[in-house]
């Protein structure tokens, strides 16, 4: 047994994000004219050993991302945690 | 939010939060003869903070030097400008962005970048270098290093996509900046006499033209935020963050410039601090006009924002521009053209008034000076009584060490004076290929292509010395920063400063403000070298109070012909070595003393402005005459460190070595002849067949000189006191930074 944490980084809604403006200049151009917002984020996938609680998988992951993989002067963070 | 903010009532407690005092809001009551709405006390709340209204420190820099027959442009504009002879100009300012890289280092640099670039190209100016002057605390702490690396990646990054070569730049580790990073950026930039340009709004009827990045609530009141102090409340105020995008920035440059050289505009000014308030305010004002916006016309990136979140955000990358008559169609295509927002989204009146509307409906009216005249105050001052303590220091407390060698392999290592090659391997200092003296030696410079013309530049601070002595410490930051323009065989023809300090409202920090402005119009009156415009930054506070006073110094040097520029380190074996000043008689205010003993205090060392002037003139004429094949000042670590620093080059990765050995001056305590910082002191080298030439040039200049070596070996060797291989001594100073990042 395992715990699967897959853990979303996205900008904050009042941040500015220079490269989705640039995707979504990009997509305009080639015709795809009906997308009006692109955003762009992280996606980190992280794998627990089974000996914690879904409580404490839980916990840490949130630790982890506050700490190291979202900025949080910039980016909002939110995670899902399975069962494998 | 969006819609209730505009029925925030005017209350007391909403005009303190907006950092207004209560009699600044009667102020504003009797100016518009009624309550202000929120909106309008929005637009006082960021003119009048410090960042914007300077209002603590306008009637000291009002006494600073800014005239001279060189000056087009003085203080007052988005940038200074001077004459550098045949038609060409220089644009050059600096700007602190302290604050906002102290809570995120890498945007925060990184717009920091920006707005000083858009500063210059706003007056008409290709910007061709950067400089920057960086403040830490120390290097040991992992906070410290996580702030450094941001800020050096912030700059590196946003100097590297613009293709502007980030060229000079130095960096302090001290307690005193704990918490409270300084991160001060200056830019440089050439242009035409005739392509100046002004930010300023004439001709009624003219259409005000948005151009740039879209608005959004990024940066609101990082103006008002600028102005307070850091504490851990504030570093949750995370809204202030502005994303930096050099790429947009580009365009907007060349789409500028394209604007201004095709003499399209009337007027021009960037969206900077307090963003679109202060651009309109401020170009109505200067140029003695109205002016009437709708924000319903501004382009938003995010959806509902009101009046007030449009006209005080800090988005980066926007400009505000005032079109010719009949050439608002072809403004706009320029802009089409390099892919631009634009938008019109008002006129010029004569109303003197700003007045600002939402869909036709009036939100904000207000006389447009009345934003830009910001209440002018004297605050009280008290000398701090820690000055009386410094003074008292006897030398005699502290035992000379018996292994100087090791005293300077310590001192080669300290980050504060060891090579920053970790910092500028990170700059593209080469890019637009006019960089002919790169980081490393005491000066950069660059030519001005198509001439014989050549700029020399640096950026120079010293707050320890400022902390121990104000007046003093002063003087010598615009001593020193001269002395490296004369170091590198330029005249230096102007100046521009960021003066960084603590809360002004605290009688002790006002009297250090007050001594080191004046000692550096002292210095530049006594050097002919005027002021051309800056910046303050106050409430710089750290945990335990103020940090040291730290005026900051951009100088700018003109070379008649760049052929004759010097360079710090030795050129070949057999040349003979010359120490042009006196021998260091006193350890007080150094960083040996700091580094070794754990002291920063005692006597900072005084500077006599009649002796460094002449040592000034002779380093010119001796640079002009070829006579000098290396020039280098004795600043941080004195003598010792000066004549290592002569032994190889900042350039190479591997640095190209050559020894050296000289006698020790003077008698006395050795470390202070070693070690200590006194003033007007250069070691230069020079051809034995020019010996008798330089020294004629130098002696009819009264500069006291001594021949005191030579040139040669794989050792560095001072009198019976230091000897070490310079290869040691190299590896030292250029691995110091990498090892300490690597932990």
């Given at each position: 047994m395992a715990w699967h944490v897959s853990v979303y980084v996205t900008l904050k809604p009042s941040v500015m994000d220079p490269q989705g403006a640039t995707v979504q200049r990009a997509l305009n151009q080639m015709g795809y004219t009906h997308v009006t917002g692109v955003r762009v984020g992280k996606f980190t996938e992280l794998e627990f050993d089974g000996s914690l609680s879904e409580m404490d998988v839980k916990k840490q992951a949130d630790e982890i991302c506050d700490k190291l993989l979202a900025n949080p002067n910039t980016e909002s963070y939110r995670f899902t945690v399975e069962k494998k | 939010m969006s819609s209730s903010i505009m029925d925030v009532e005017v209350t007391p407690k909403v005009v303190k939060e907006h950092g207004l005092k209560p009699e600044e809001y009667d102020h504003i009551v009797k100016i518009l003869g009624r309550k202000p709405n929120i909106t309008e006390l929005g637009l006082y709340s960021v003119m009048w903070s410090e960042h914007c209204g300077y209002k603590h420190s306008r009637a000291l820099l009002k006494t600073l030097p800014t005239k001279g027959d060189k000056v087009l442009q003085g203080p007052g504009e988005n940038a200074g400008i001077m004459d550098i002879g045949e038609g060409w100009a220089v644009a050059f300012k600096v700007e602190s962005h302290n604050h906002p890289s102290a809570i995120e280092p890498y945007q925060g640099a990184a717009t920091g970048v920006g707005g000083i670039l858009r500063d210059i190209f706003t007056m008409g100016a290709r910007p061709v270098a950067n400089l920057n002057s960086l403040r830490f605390g120390p290097l040991t702490d992992p906070k410290v290093k996580r702030l450094f690396a941001g800020v050096v990646h912030g700059i590196a990054d946003y100097g590297n996509c613009m293709g502007i070569p980030t060229v000079a730049g130095e960096v302090v580790f001290d307690d005193s900046y704990s918490e409270n990073c300084l991160v001060n950026a200056m830019s440089v930039g050439l242009l035409k006499h005739d392509q100046i340009i002004r930010g300023k709004a004439t001709g009624v009827g003219n259409a005000v033209i948005y151009i740039g990045a879209t608005t959004g609530r990024d940066g609101i009141h990082g103006a008002t935020f600028a102005s307070t102090e850091i504490t851990d409340e504030s570093t949750e105020k995370r809204s202030a963050v502005q994303v930096a995008d050099p790429f947009m920035e580009k365009l907007l440059m060349e789409a500028t410039l394209e604007l201004i050289h095709g003499d399209l505009l009337v007027g021009i000014q960037d969206m900077g601090a307090a963003g679109l308030t202060c651009s309109t305010c401020e170009m109505a004002s200067r140029g003695g006009a109205g002016i009437e916006i709708d924000v319903a016309k501004v382009p938003q990136r995010e959806k509902g924002m009101t009046p007030y979140e449009i006209l005080l955000s800090e988005s980066q990358e926007r400009m505000l521009l005032v079109a010719k008559p009949g050439c608002e169609q072809k403004v706009h295509d320029v802009l089409a053209k390099w892919d631009l927002h634009a938008a019109t989204i008002g006129v010029v009146t004569d109303t003197g008034r700003m007045i600002v509307k939402e869909n036709g409906k009036l939100v904000a009216d207000v006389p447009a000076d009345s934003l830009t005249e910001a209440p002018v105050y004297h605050p009280a001052k008290s000398e701090p009584a820690i000055l009386k303590e410094y003074k008292k220091f006897d030398e005699a407390t502290v035992a000379v060490p018996k292994d100087l060698n090791e005293v300077l392999e310590k001192l080669m290592a300290d980050p504060t004076i060891a090579s920053k090659r970790w910092v500028y391997r990170q700059y593209d200092h080469m890019v637009r290929s006019n960089t002919l003296?790169?980081?490393?030696?005491?000066?950069a410079v660059i030519r001005v292509k198509g001439t014989q013309l050549g700029l020399a530049m640096t950026i120079d601070g010293l707050g320890?010395?400022?902390?121990?002595?104000?007046?003093?410490?002063?003087?010598?930051?615009?001593?020193?920063?001269?002395?490296?323009i004369a170091c590198s065989g330029a005249q230096a023809?102007?100046?521009?400063?960021?003066?960084?300090?603590?809360?002004?409202e605290k009688p002790e920090v006002y009297y250090y403000f007050d001594r080191v402005i004046a000692g550096l119009g002292d210095a530049c009156r006594a050097f002919g070298i005027p002021i051309t415009g800056g910046n303050v930054s106050l409430y710089n506070?750290?945990?335990?109070?103020?940090?040291?006073?730290?005026?900051?110094v951009g100088m700018m040097g003109l070379f008649q012909n760049v052929e004759n520029r010097v360079t710090q380190w030795f050129k070949k074996e057999g040349d003979f070595i010359y120490l042009l000043g006196e021998i260091g008689q006193s350890i007080g205010g150094s960083r040996y003393l700091k580094?070794?003993?754990?002291?920063?205090?005692?006597?900072?060392?005084?500077?006599?402005?009649e002796t460094e002037l002449k040592l000034h003139k002779s380093l010119k004429a001796l640079a002009e005459s070829h006579l000098i094949q290396s020039a280098h000042d004795c600043s941080d670590g004195g003598f010792a460190v000066a004549l290592a620093e002569s032994c190889f080059t900042g350039v190479t990765h591997e640095a190209q070595v050559l020894g050296a050995t000289v006698t020790l001056l003077g008698t006395g305590r050795v470390d202070a002849r070693l070690f200590g910082e006194a003033q007007s002191r250069v070691i230069v080298s020079v051809k034995p067949s020019d010996a008798v030439k330089?020294?004629?040039?130098?002696?009819?200049?009264g500069v006291p000189v001594e021949r005191i070596g030579v040139v040669g070996g794989a050792e560095m060797v001072i009198g019976s006191e230091v000897k070490l291989p310079v290869v040691k001594l190299a590896?030292?100073?250029?691995?110091?930074?990498?090892?300490?990042?690597?932990?």
């Amino acid at each position: 047994m395992a715990w699967h944490v897959s853990v979303y980084v996205t900008l904050k809604p009042s941040v500015m994000d220079p490269q989705g403006a640039t995707v979504q200049r990009a997509l305009n151009q080639m015709g795809y004219t009906h997308v009006t917002g692109v955003r762009v984020g992280k996606f980190t996938e992280l794998e627990f050993d089974g000996s914690l609680s879904e409580m404490d998988v839980k916990k840490q992951a949130d630790e982890i991302c506050d700490k190291l993989l979202a900025n949080p002067n910039t980016e909002s963070y939110r995670f899902t945690v399975e069962k494998k | 939010m969006s819609s209730s903010i505009m029925d925030v009532e005017v209350t007391p407690k909403v005009v303190k939060e907006h950092g207004l005092k209560p009699e600044e809001y009667d102020h504003i009551v009797k100016i518009l003869g009624r309550k202000p709405n929120i909106t309008e006390l929005g637009l006082y709340s960021v003119m009048w903070s410090e960042h914007c209204g300077y209002k603590h420190s306008r009637a000291l820099l009002k006494t600073l030097p800014t005239k001279g027959d060189k000056v087009l442009q003085g203080p007052g504009e988005n940038a200074g400008i001077m004459d550098i002879g045949e038609g060409w100009a220089v644009a050059f300012k600096v700007e602190s962005h302290n604050h906002p890289s102290a809570i995120e280092p890498y945007q925060g640099a990184a717009t920091g970048v920006g707005g000083i670039l858009r500063d210059i190209f706003t007056m008409g100016a290709r910007p061709v270098a950067n400089l920057n002057s960086l403040r830490f605390g120390p290097l040991t702490d992992p906070k410290v290093k996580r702030l450094f690396a941001g800020v050096v990646h912030g700059i590196a990054d946003y100097g590297n996509c613009m293709g502007i070569p980030t060229v000079a730049g130095e960096v302090v580790f001290d307690d005193s900046y704990s918490e409270n990073c300084l991160v001060n950026a200056m830019s440089v930039g050439l242009l035409k006499h005739d392509q100046i340009i002004r930010g300023k709004a004439t001709g009624v009827g003219n259409a005000v033209i948005y151009i740039g990045a879209t608005t959004g609530r990024d940066g609101i009141h990082g103006a008002t935020f600028a102005s307070t102090e850091i504490t851990d409340e504030s570093t949750e105020k995370r809204s202030a963050v502005q994303v930096a995008d050099p790429f947009m920035e580009k365009l907007l440059m060349e789409a500028t410039l394209e604007l201004i050289h095709g003499d399209l505009l009337v007027g021009i000014q960037d969206m900077g601090a307090a963003g679109l308030t202060c651009s309109t305010c401020e170009m109505a004002s200067r140029g003695g006009a109205g002016i009437e916006i709708d924000v319903a016309k501004v382009p938003q990136r995010e959806k509902g924002m009101t009046p007030y979140e449009i006209l005080l955000s800090e988005s980066q990358e926007r400009m505000l521009l005032v079109a010719k008559p009949g050439c608002e169609q072809k403004v706009h295509d320029v802009l089409a053209k390099w892919d631009l927002h634009a938008a019109t989204i008002g006129v010029v009146t004569d109303t003197g008034r700003m007045i600002v509307k939402e869909n036709g409906k009036l939100v904000a009216d207000v006389p447009a000076d009345s934003l830009t005249e910001a209440p002018v105050y004297h605050p009280a001052k008290s000398e701090p009584a820690i000055l009386k303590e410094y003074k008292k220091f006897d030398e005699a407390t502290v035992a000379v060490p018996k292994d100087l060698n090791e005293v300077l392999e310590k001192l080669m290592a300290d980050p504060t004076i060891a090579s920053k090659r970790w910092v500028y391997r990170q700059y593209d200092h080469m890019v637009r290929s006019n960089t002919l003296i790169r980081p490393g030696s005491d000066a950069a410079v660059i030519r001005v292509k198509g001439t014989q013309l050549g700029l020399a530049m640096t950026i120079d601070g010293l707050g320890s010395y400022c902390a121990l002595d104000p007046y003093e410490g002063a003087k010598i930051v615009v001593a020193e920063a001269a002395r490296n323009i004369a170091c590198s065989g330029a005249q230096a023809i102007g100046m521009t400063d960021c003066l960084n300090f603590g809360n002004p409202e605290k009688p002790e920090v006002y009297y250090y403000f007050d001594r080191v402005i004046a000692g550096l119009g002292d210095a530049c009156r006594a050097f002919g070298i005027p002021i051309t415009g800056g910046n303050v930054s106050l409430y710089n506070e750290n945990p335990t109070g103020a940090i040291d006073p730290t005026p900051i110094v951009g100088m700018m040097g003109l070379f008649q012909n760049v052929e004759n520029r010097v360079t710090q380190w030795f050129k070949k074996e057999g040349d003979f070595i010359y120490l042009l000043g006196e021998i260091g008689q006193s350890i007080g205010g150094s960083r040996y003393l700091k580094v070794t003993h754990g002291k920063k205090t005692g006597l900072c060392p005084t500077l006599n402005l009649e002796t460094e002037l002449k040592l000034h003139k002779s380093l010119k004429a001796l640079a002009e005459s070829h006579l000098i094949q290396s020039a280098h000042d004795c600043s941080d670590g004195g003598f010792a460190v000066a004549l290592a620093e002569s032994c190889f080059t900042g350039v190479t990765h591997e640095a190209q070595v050559l020894g050296a050995t000289v006698t020790l001056l003077g008698t006395g305590r050795v470390d202070a002849r070693l070690f200590g910082e006194a003033q007007s002191r250069v070691i230069v080298s020079v051809k034995p067949s020019d010996a008798v030439k330089f020294e004629e040039i130098v002696k009819k200049n009264g500069v006291p000189v001594e021949r005191i070596g030579v040139v040669g070996g794989a050792e560095m060797v001072i009198g019976s006191e230091v000897k070490l291989p310079v290869v040691k001594l190299a590896d030292l100073f250029f691995t110091s930074i990498e090892k300490t990042m690597a932990l």
